[in-house]
Structure formats: structure tokens, C-alpha cells
């Protein structure tokens, strides 16, 4: 019986591996650079590597895009360490500028990924799952009595959505700095509203 050539082996994994890797990273090169969500051909070209190839390693966009938005995650988990003040009041103003950062870097990827959610199981359950860590980190930060009052926190939690940044960026075509003014001021006026209530 003839032994596997293990030299052989090793090199193709580490072959496909940066293959993959070069890909992953052609997308979000690609993405970075243009508002337009870039094509398969676009993407397999950035990477040096023909369309089949990029499908042999993903299968389809969807799968792509979910291993893409998984890497962009890791891009913002500085933004989960603890806040440097103590009052909730202030914590809040620590995580409208976390967040503010944060989704101007990722509405990029938020754009293309719609594009291909759609009928992707795999695509939807990573939003779901962006969008319940973003409320999750909120209500850590405000008290439970407060949380009671669920018009207000609702309200706090639709301004400090991806949601509602990406539509004052694309529906009402505001720039980040404008967009940023908008939601500031918002959630200034409902923290400002709660900032004296008693917690018991």
C-alpha cells in the first residue's frame, strides 16, 4: 500500500487556505474602497484566483458574505470592553461614540450583504444575532427600572441601530458627520429625560 505523500498533502491545505484567505480578504478590500457591492468576477479577480475556485471554497455568495461579516465582527471587539465612566448616563454617551465608529466602518458591509440576504438563512441569522449583542450591550448599560419604561427604551434602542444609521446614511443621503448630529441629539434628549429618575 502506498503511503500518502504528506509534504504533498500539507501543502495543498495550506494551498486552499490562503486561497480562501485571499478571497475573504479581495471582498472587503473591495467593499472598503467602493459603496457598490463588487461582483463575483470582481472579487475573484482581486484575489488572483478563478470564479470556480471561489465558489469550490464558498459555494455561493451568501456563504462568502457570512464568512466575510464574521471577520469584520472581529474588527470591533475592542468595542466591548468596559466603559471608562460609572453613571449610566455617561456609559450611554461612551456607546453612542463606540457605535457610531463602528457603523460607519460597517455600513459598507451592511449594503452588500442585503444584497444577498435574501432567501440566506446563514445571512439573516448573523444579522439577528449583530442586532440582539447590540441591544444586549444597551441593556446592560441601563438600569433594569428604567428598562420598565419600554416606549422610552425602545425608543433609545431604535436611534442606537445599525437600522436607523444606515437609513439617515442611504435613505436621506446624509453624510456620517450629519448623521452622527442627528442621532446625538436624540438620544441626548431621551437620556437627558431619564438622567434624574429615581432607580430603585
Known amino acids: 500500500m502506498k503511503m500518502p505523500d504528506l509534504d504533498k498533502t500539507d501543502g495543498r491545505k495550506l494551498r486552499s487556505l490562503a486561497s480562501r484567505e485571499r478571497i475573504i480578504e479581495a471582498l472587503i478590500a473591495l467593499i472598503d474602497e467602493d459603496d457598490d457591492p463588487p461582483s463575483a468576477e ?26 466575510v461579516l464574521d471577520r469584520i465582527g472581529r474588527r470591533y471587539l475592542h468595542f466591548l470592553e468596559p466603559y471608562c465612566s460609572t453613571g449610566w448616563p455617561d456609559q450611554v454617551q461612551e456607546l453612542v461614540a463606540r457605535r457610531m465608529e463602528m457603523f460607519q466602518g460597517a455600513l459598507g458591509y451592511r449594503r452588500a450583504a ?4 435574501s432567501g440566506s438563512e446563514s445571512v439573516q441569522i448573523g444579522r439577528r ?23 422610552w427604551f425602545e425608543q433609545l434602542d431604535q436611534w442606537l441601530s445599525l437600522d436607523c444609521y444606515a437609513s439617515l446614511r442611504d435613505r436621506r443621503g446624509m453624510a456620517h458627520e450629519n448623521a452622527v448630529t442627528v442621532i446625538i441629539t436624540a438620544v441626548t434628549a431621551l437620556v437627558a429625560g431619564k438622567a434624574g429618575a429615581p432607580i430603585t
Open 42 to 67: 470582481n472579487i475573484a479577480a482581486r484575489a488572483g484566483v478563478g470564479l470556480r475556485s471561489l465558489f469550490r471554497h464558498f459555494g455561493d455568495m451568501d456563504s462568502l458574505y457570512t464568512a
Open 129 to 151: 444575532a449583530f442586532e440582539q449583542m447590540l441591544r444586549a450591550r444597551l441593556e446592560s448599560v441601563v438600569p433594569e427600572a428604567l428598562r420598565e419604561d419600554s416606549l
Open 114 to 117: 442585503d444584497l444577498y440576504r
